[in-house]
C-alpha cells in the first residue's frame, strides 16, 4: 500500500503563491506515476498535474500551465506543487494520489488539504 499525506493549503490572496507537499510512504514507488487533483465546492473532482517517480515526465492541466510547476524530492519521497499568480477560481480542496505505471486509475488517495484565494 502507498499511503499519501498532503500539507501546505491554507487562506491566500489573489496573485499570491503557495507549495503544497504530498509526503509518500509505504511501498516503493518508484514505478509510479504521483499527480495532483483538485475538487472545489459543489465541482466534479479535476486533474491538476503529474509527474513519473523515476524520470522526469511531467504532464499539465491546459488551464494551469505556466501557472503551476510539479516536482518531487525522491530523497524525501514527497512531491510539491508550486502555486503562483493564485486566482479565486483556484480555491478547491488539492489532493494528491499514486497509480503504478501499469494502472490506467489513481487507486491511492491523500485526505487532501485546503486552499482558499480570497479576491
Known amino acids: 500500500q502507498v499511503q499519501l499525506v498532503e500539507s501546505g493549503g491554507g487562506l491566500v490572496q489573489a496573485g499570491d503563491s503557495l507549495r503544497l507537499s504530498c509526503a509518500a510512504s509505504g511501498r516503493s514507488i518508484s514505478s509510479y506515476f504521483l499527480g495532483w487533483f483538485r475538487q472545489a465546492p459543489g465541482k466534479e473532482r479535476e486533474f491538476v498535474a503529474s509527474?513519473?517517480?523515476?524520470?522526469?515526465?511531467?504532464h499539465y492541466a491546459d488551464s494551469e500551465k505556466g501557472r503551476f510547476t510539479i516536482s518531487r524530492d525522491k530523497a524525501k519521497n514527497t512531491m510539491y506543487l508550486q502555486m503562483n499568480s493564485l486566482k479565486p477560481e483556484d480555491t478547491a480542496v488539492y489532493y494528491c494520489?499514486?497509480?503504478?505505471?501499469?494502472?490506467?486509475?489513481?487507486?491511492?488517495w491523500g485526505q487532501g488539504t485546503q486552499v482558499t484565494v480570497s479576491s
Open positions: 509527474i513519473f517517480w523515476n524520470g522526469d515526465m511531467t
Open positions: 494520489a499514486a497509480r503504478a505505471v501499469l494502472s490506467s486509475e489513481y487507486n491511492h
